[in-house]
């Protein structure tokens, strides 16, 4: 089975690959000008940096976080999950969906009325606040470590998706991939701060959807139709 499988590879001659390694190219670009771009609407505040200065709107937060979670995990693990399981993979679709709208209705909304309320920047402020002393200390310090902790190992598991990505599309090594895709990201956001984030992450959003809706249209189309999907 194996060999059948990589049988179909070479399909994708030299051509095909380096339009696939322009696009990714340009993309790449995009997405870095995008971000560097965003920094002329800063306003150089802490406020600003951490949060865009809280003007966003709630369709750029929302696309920009849905975004953020549906990362390399996406673009490569479920694909290739789903390509060695088949359909069952699909179950993690409700699941997501239930997560995102549980955090959008029930999370974000109090979040945003308790940062508003007192100030605060970042989780730790907010769920520190109502305390004081040690106790507002100690809760600071483990949410801290906690979301230093998660958050390491998920963007390790992006600087892995980046790594192979690039190698993958430009034949570089993964270390030369791993800090291209570093370099980028750190780039736009240490100088455009949250609103370089989010204003990439809702170009990634929008080409993320349209992929989702057209290429398993153009799929069924290059196999010939919905009848060669049921036959195999």
């Known amino acids: 089975m194996v060999p059948r499988a990589q049988s179909r590879i070479p399909e994708l001659s030299c051509g095909p690959v380096s339009t696939l390694g322009l696009s990714f190219l340009l993309y790449t670009i995009g ?7 965003s920094a002329r609407f800063g306003r150089r505040t802490s406020s600003d940096f951490f949060l865009a200065d809280r003007g966003l709107g709630a369709w750029v937060a929302a696309l920009s976080s849905s975004a953020s979670a549906e990362s390399g995990w ?10 060695n399981t088949g359909i069952g993979a699909l179950w993690i679709v409700p699941g997501t969906v239930a997560a995102f709208l549980f955090n959008w209705v029930v999370l974000a909304p109090r979040l945003r009325r308790e940062s508003l309320r007192h100030g605060g920047l970042t989780i730790p402020d907010i769920l520190g606040r109502p305390y004081a002393g040690v106790q507002r200390t100690v809760i600071r310090v483990l949410s801290v470590l906690i979301i230093l902790t998660m958050l390491t190992a998920y963007v390790a598991a992006q600087l892995n998706a980046a790594g192979k990505t690039f190698m993958g599309t430009f034949d570089w090594s993964y270390t030369a991939g791993v800090l291209c895709g570093a370099g980028i990201v750190m780039g736009y956001t240490v100088t455009g701060g949250f609103r370089a984030v989010a204003w990439t992450d809702v170009l990634q959003a929008i080409l993320m959807v349209t992929a989702v809706l057209v290429l398993p249209l153009m799929l ?5 139709g919905s009848g060669r999907c049921s036959t195999g």
């Open 31 to 37: 997405i870095f000008a995008v971000g560097i771009y």
């Open 74 to 83: 996406v673009t490569l693990g479920l694909v290739g999950t789903a390509f």
């Open 220 to 224: 069924v189309v290059h196999i010939g």
